[in-house]
Nanobody, 117 residues
Framework: QVQLVESGGGLVQPGGSLRLSCVASGMIFRMYAMAWYRQAPGKERELVASITRGRGDSTNYADSVKGRFTISRDNGMNTVYLQMNSLRPEDTAVYYC?????????WGKGTLVTVSS
């Protein structure tokens, strides 16, 4: 069964850090470009960060998270990570893992990140 399972969300104070993980199964992980999206209440889902397939030599970030978030992948562990530092209340959202291969997309169910004091 092909699936993506996110973890690592939770409640964190402004300025804090979290690391999200997304474990893939039932697929040849290294063949997929991976990304993290987020959706805040009342807003559309937006791309946060992406990483190319294979060794992940290229990454891309939304302007709002540049310099604070880092996406990485471990093909041996079938896992993509999102390290989030200097978190802000506006980062509060459900974060979704996305896998893309030739236009075929897979989505996880999401993990909630809440940034609040």
């Amino acid at each position: 069964q092909v699936q993506l399972v996110e973890s690592g969300g939770g409640l964190v104070q402004p300025g804090g850090s979290l690391r999200l993980s997304c474990v893939a199964s039932g697929m040849i992980f290294r063949m997929y470009a991976m990304a993290w999206y987020r959706q805040a209440p009342g807003k559309e889902r937006e791309l946060v960060a992406s990483i190319t397939r294979g060794r992940g030599d290229s990454t891309n970030y939304a302007d709002s998270v540049k310099g604070r978030f880092t996406i990485s992948r471990d093909n041996g562990m079938n896992t993509v990570y999102l390290q989030m530092n200097s978190l802000r209340p506006e980062d509060t959202a459900v974060y979704y893992c996305n896998a893309n291969f030739g236009g075929m997309e897979l989505w996880g169910k999401g993990t909630l990140v809440t940034v609040s004091s």
